[in-house]
């Protein structure tokens, strides 16, 4: 039998998951769209930086059309939707230059995986960021998106 790494682990987790075809591949799993990437950053992070906390995206990835954030988290922390709230409100504002525009020029998705599980057992959990009206039907604006996944969910 051929033994494996873990990818609860985060350096075996970034090596596998840097990889742009396996990258893209693992996004359109979650998410469904096809992104087309050349490089996969790990680590990243923006200088000068946003806010009090100098956020490092663990895996990080731009198309034409979308930014794409992977976060592994891999301690339990009280406050880990807050966190990933965080991170995923840092790629937005980074892309605003002036109070002329506020619309980001990218959707941004953040695909978090927690690999000590959520004090919830959901399966997922997502939080969509698109306005609705009284009615529940979304407006045409806005695709920004969390998705995380708790340890030993289907993703």
Do not use: W
Not at 60 to 89: G, M, T
Not at 104 to 119: A, C, E, F, Q, R
């Amino acid at each position: 039998m051929i033994k494996v790494a873990s990818l609860r682990y985060g350096v075996i987790f970034k090596k596998a998951f840097s990889k742009p075809h396996i990258f893209t591949a693992f996004v359109k799993d979650i998410l469904g769209i096809d992104i087309k990437i050349d490089k996969v950053e790990t680590e990243k992070s923006f200088s000068p930086i946003i806010g009090k906390v100098d956020s490092r995206f663990d895996l990080y990835a731009v198309d034409e059309e979308n930014r794409v954030i992977i976060d592994i988290q891999h301690k339990r922390y009280s406050d880990h939707y807050d966190r990933f709230l965080h991170y995923h409100f840092i790629a937005l504002l980074q892309q605003i230059s002036s109070s002329t525009n506020y619309k980001p020029p990218m959707n941004v998705y953040t695909i978090v995986v927690l690999t000590s599980g959520d004090k919830y057992k959901t399966d997922i959990s997502i939080t969509d960021f698109r306005p609705q009206d009284l009615k529940g039907n979304y407006l045409d604006e806005s695709n920004h998106k969390i998705i995380g996944s708790p340890k030993n969910s289907s993703i």
